[in-house]
């Protein structure tokens, strides 16, 4: 039996399928045009794709990461043992330069300086009598170079007097022999002559007695150099007679020394029961108690100056050409939302840590309103001004690198839309783009596609949307 909605339905369907045939094919006629248009070549300059030059990331600034760090700090130690008698200052609080934080306790110091005292007077008493009794000993060795010249006299004197006894004796013995003088005045002259001889060995043996200490083989024995002069002479014998005088004087004159070093000592020992601040600044610690027993060189306290603050930043190896010192640096801290602070760079570690490959850098930044804290996170961006006209920022499919080194080649475009080549040095690769140093211009274009194929000169299509040549540089 013949079905009228079936025979419709089979109908619809050869249809549809005619429908899907005709589309297949208007694709594929389509597909083959456009293929046709693909295989034709566009001329060189047609094709190359060009690509502005920007400033490089070193052209503006340096963005680092680092933290707070006190300009100044001070450990403040007890120079002294005992306890902590009394604080001036807490933490927090604002000193100067001599300011006392501190007392010390000092009943034992000043036992010991009364003590000191008492031994200083002694030995003051001692280097006095010990400088007595040189001068008498030089007193005394002038009475006896007195007595030695007049001994000497006396020796002189009675040989003299034996002398002329002892030519009389001999012409009254010719006289008597001769019956001119008798036996009697004979042996007178002759009793005479005898006394002038034991006169004579009476002054040479007081002579000889006297000189003892007095005599050049003396001075040899105690090693000093016998002079040549009388009056040099005089002094060594002064000298020789006067040692032991000389060294009781020496050793008083050092006990009384040593004794007033100990009092001085303990002077100064009392005057730095005194624990003074050694900067100006803010007690950042305090960490004794009142009454706890101290050591010397034990801490009590810590004050730092904060007026100025350190920036401690970490500079990857890489960046550290671009640093200088005093170049300024702006940077924030979260503590103060919105505000802004300067410094510069103070100071740029000449070793680079081997486990991170960074450099240390110190910035200096004024802190008179103390708003700025050791230990605040801080974010810095250290401006390179001089950097300015020397990095740029080219796409890196627009270098051509050199095997040998980190240098390489690109293709800039002119005034007159032409191309030609410019050495350029690496600076460093990031995210498909490339900074460089060169002799580049800020704006100008530069080839990023055919770069196999671009000689010298070669004429290229600036987009229309840009003037050719150099554009005004972006600020940043």
């Not at 109908?11 to 429908?19: G, W």
């Not at 040593?258 to 007690?283: A, D, F, H, R």
């Amino acid at each position: 039996m013949f079905d009228p909605m079936k025979f419709r339905s089979y109908s619809y369907c050869r249809v549809f399928r005619k429908c899907i045939w005709i589309v297949i094919l208007l694709f594929l006629f389509t597909d083959c045009k456009k293929s046709e248009k693909k295989e034709e070549v566009l001329p060189l300059e047609d094709r190359i794709k060009l690509a502005k030059i920007d400033p490089g990331e070193s052209s503006s600034g340096l963005k680092v990461l680092g933290s707070v760090s006190f300009f100044k700090k001070a450990e403040v130690t007890s120079k002294i043992l005992g306890r902590i008698q009394q604080y001036f200052k807490e933490e927090g609080d604002s000193v100067l330069a001599g300011d006392v934080l501190a007392k010390m306790e000092t009943l034992n110091l000043e036992i010991q300086l009364s003590k000191d005292q008492s031994s200083v007077e002694v030995q003051t008493r001692q280097r006095d009598l010990a400088s007595a009794k040189l001068l008498i000993a030089k007193q005394r060795v002038d009475r006896e170079l007195a007595n030695i010249e007049k001994a000497e006299a006396d020796v002189r004197d009675s040989r003299e007097i034996r002398n002329n006894l002892l030519r009389s004796a001999e012409n009254k013995k010719k006289l008597n022999e001769a019956g001119a003088v008798s036996e009697t005045e004979l042996k007178s002259v002759e009793t005479s002559l005898n006394s002038a001889e034991i006169s004579l060995f009476k002054a040479e043996k007081n002579l000889a007695s006297l000189k003892m200490g007095y005599r050049p083989e003396d001075l040899n024995k105690a090693n000093i150099q016998i002079p040549k002069t009388k009056s040099e002479l005089k002094e060594a014998y002064i000298k020789l007679n006067t040692m032991i005088e000389n060294a009781e004087l020496d050793m008083a004159e050092a006990n009384f020394k040593s004794t007033l070093k100990n009092m001085e000592s303990t002077q100064l020992l009392l005057k730095e029961s005194n624990i003074k601040s050694p900067l100006s600044g803010t007690v950042a610690s305090r960490i004794k108690e009142q009454g706890e027993a101290v050591k010397e060189g034990e801490a009590l306290y810590i004050v730092v100056d904060t007026s100025k603050v350190i920036l401690k930043f970490n500079i990857g190896e890489s960046e550290l050409w671009k640093l200088k010192k005093d170049q300024k640096v702006n940077f924030i801290v979260d503590a103060y939302p919105g505000q802004n602070f300067e410094g510069k760079v103070y100071i740029i570690s000449p070793i680079v840590d081997p486990q991170s490959r960074t450099v240390e850098v110190k910035v200096l930044a004024q802190n008179e309103k103390k708003l700025l804290k050791p230990g605040m996170f801080t974010r810095g961006y250290i401006l390179l001004e001089e950097a300015r006209k020397k990095t740029f920022l080219i796409p890196l499919k627009a270098l051509i690198k050199n095997k040998e080194d980190k240098s390489g080649t690109v293709f800039v475009a002119n005034e007159e839309n032409r191309l030609f080549s410019v050495e350029v040095e690496i600076i460093k690769e990031e995210s498909g783009f490339v900074e460089v140093l060169g002799n580049l211009e800020l704006g100008r274009y530069i080839a990023i596609s055919d770069l196999n194929e671009l000689k010298e000169g070669q004429k290229v299509k600036i987009p229309k949307e840009q003037t050719p040549g150099l554009i005004e540089e972006k600020s940043y």
